[in-house]
């Protein structure tokens, strides 16, 4: 853009001062700024402090005499420093942006930076308390739902078993080591897989034939491939055997089910017929399976079976 144009918008920002129209201010000079990037800076209370910490001033946010002031001081110390920056007044004024909020500390700007890292630590407080307080609500879920699947397992006929780094907890005063028992029946199978199988969040064990008869995976946080795949190693390993498999997850987590059980590599598995349930399902009817349930078979009034499957 010619000199002269430059002058012309210089003269409209002029006469829109005349107008007195409050906040228009860096509203203008941002939209200026996207049509001309190297004749107009962007306006905001940050690159306002910045520009004074810097060059030793107190220009004020909203005034477009000191907002022409200031953009002759960066266009000056722009070409300055062009080798360093750019001809985008883009990269001077995020330069002013993080010496205003305190990221870039100087002599004249460590109030401000103090508060920006106290601000900031703050923040990552509040977020990694956030993210605790999820992870503990997620486990005590997934404990309520293992001793919810452990009280119905028992009360149906079943032996249980539940994964071996889970069953040392308690929920709710209620002690899974006490509930279950300690180890799977005998398989003979490669030492890895028995590991992995032993991992399953619980399993259901016929008292009479000491055979497993169900097994579910929990989900939470951990990846659903992960859990089903788990499953399909212990289905694999029974040999021909009808298998009773469930998914068990939040109510939330059905579409991401539905999608994993879609995969090319769990469609017709003839190992395995993977079936999910809810939380909310089981809970809600847990009271009713124990009461008129039988065997496993009742299950099959609250799980959902994927189409591929």
Known sequence: MSANSADKIVKEIIKLDGYKIKGLGPAVANILYFLHPTLISPFNTAMVQGFNAIFSEKKKLGSWPDYLEMRETI?????????????????????????????????????????????????????RHQEVQNEINEENEHLRMQLLLTEIGRELGYDVFVANNDRTKSFDGKSLEYLTIPDLPKMDLPQEVVKTISLIDVIWVGRENAQIECAFEIEKTTSIYSGILRLVDLASS?????????????????????????RPSFKDLSCVKLRYMLFSDLKENCKGICRFGEDYTILMKIAKECECC
């Open 238 to 262: 029974l040999e021909n055997r009808e298998n009773n498999f469930f998914l068990v997850a939040p109510d939330s987590r059905e579409k991401e089910i539905i999608a994993q059980l879609k």
């Open 75 to 127: 266009l000056k110390a722009n070409q300055e420093l062009q080798s360093t920056l750019s001809k985008d007044l883009g990269a001077i004024s995020g330069l002013l942006f993080d010496v205003g909020i305190g990221k870039i500390v100087l002599d004249t700007n460590w109030e401000t930076a103090l508060r920006f890292d106290k601000e900031k630590l703050q923040k990552a407080l509040r977020k």
